[in-house]
């Protein structure tokens, strides 16, 4: 199948490019940068970067730090780069081409960040790129964990995000490497409506949970919610 680009654009006149072939920008990942906190002189991972688009909204939101990103897909991490330079990010972190069940880099990371593959029941895609990335015959939870035990560091943080009717299992996993989800924010599509994802920040040992607010992503008119808006800065492109 021939690779076939098309532009998306962001706010502040950025723009991602996402190739046919790869998984795109998801609401999920969009949702995970707005969560992902990079404070200044800490170095971040992110874990699976595909074509880029997690891992530049994370550095646009997070103005100080440094964010890595691994991917063993050539295509994909191709046009990843390409995101990284046509963003001015290229002097904000190195993206490798690797598996992260072998990766090293400049471990130890003080956050790590993962769009992680859920393995949800429904048809799989024919793209093999697509399978690999949406499903957990490619890397699953326990070995998203396993990894985390070589590359974060011991005060480290780890964010992902999570399908919450499949909660037991992502638990279950960290309990088993050594983590705790010590923040945890429900997403929800109407404020009435059970919570369809979780963003989970994670650290290693036992530690208290704190449960956040639940992310409501839209009004019960079907509108989008202020918090939805500010995220994807929908007021700020009416004013420009």
């Known amino acids: 199948m021939e690779q076939i680009e098309r532009e998306i654009a962001l706010w502040g006149g950025y723009s991602l490019l996402q190739g046919n072939q790869g998984l795109k ?17 800490e170095r971040g991972l992110e874990l699976g970067t595909g074509q880029g688009g997690l891992y530049v909204l994370t550095l646009l939101r997070n103005q100080a730090g440094e964010l890595d ?23 904000r972190g190195r993206l490798y081409e690797g598996d992260l069940r072998q990766f090293q880099g400049r471990a130890p ?11 949800l029941p429904g048809p799989k895609p024919r793209n093999a790129v697509q399978r690999l990335a949406r499903g957990e015959e490619g ?10 035990r070589r590359l974060l560091a011991d005060k ?18 960290l309990d088993r490497a050594g983590f705790s989800p010590r923040l945890l924010r429900p997403v929800r599509y109407q404020a009435d409506k059970p919570a369809q994802l979780l ?10 949970l704190e449960i956040g607010p639940p ?11 202020t918090e939805y808006r500010r ?10």
Not at 25 to 41: M, Y
Not at 139 to 148: E, F, K, R, T
């Open 25 to 41: 920008l998801t609401q999920d990942s969009a949702l995970l940068s707005d969560f992902v906190r990079l404070k200044p002189g």
């Open 69 to 91: 990103g691994v991917e063993r897909n050539p295509e994909a991490l191709a046009v990843a780069r390409r995101n990284q330079v046509r963003c001015g990010l290229e002097g």
């Open 109 to 119: 990371y003080q956050v790590c960040l993962c769009n992680p593959p859920y393995g």
């Open 139 to 148: 890397c699953g939870i326990d070995q998203l964990c396993q990894a985390l």
């Open 156 to 173: 480290g943080r780890f964010y992902f995000c999570w399908p919450a009717r499949r909660w037991n299992w992502a638990a279950k996993a």
């Open 199 to 208: 963003l989970v920040m994670v650290r290693r040992g036992l530690g208290e």
């Open 215 to 225: 992310l409501v992503l839209r009004e019960p008119t079907g509108e989008y919610s």
């Open 231 to 240: 995220i994807y800065r929908l007021d700020e492109e009416r004013e420009g």
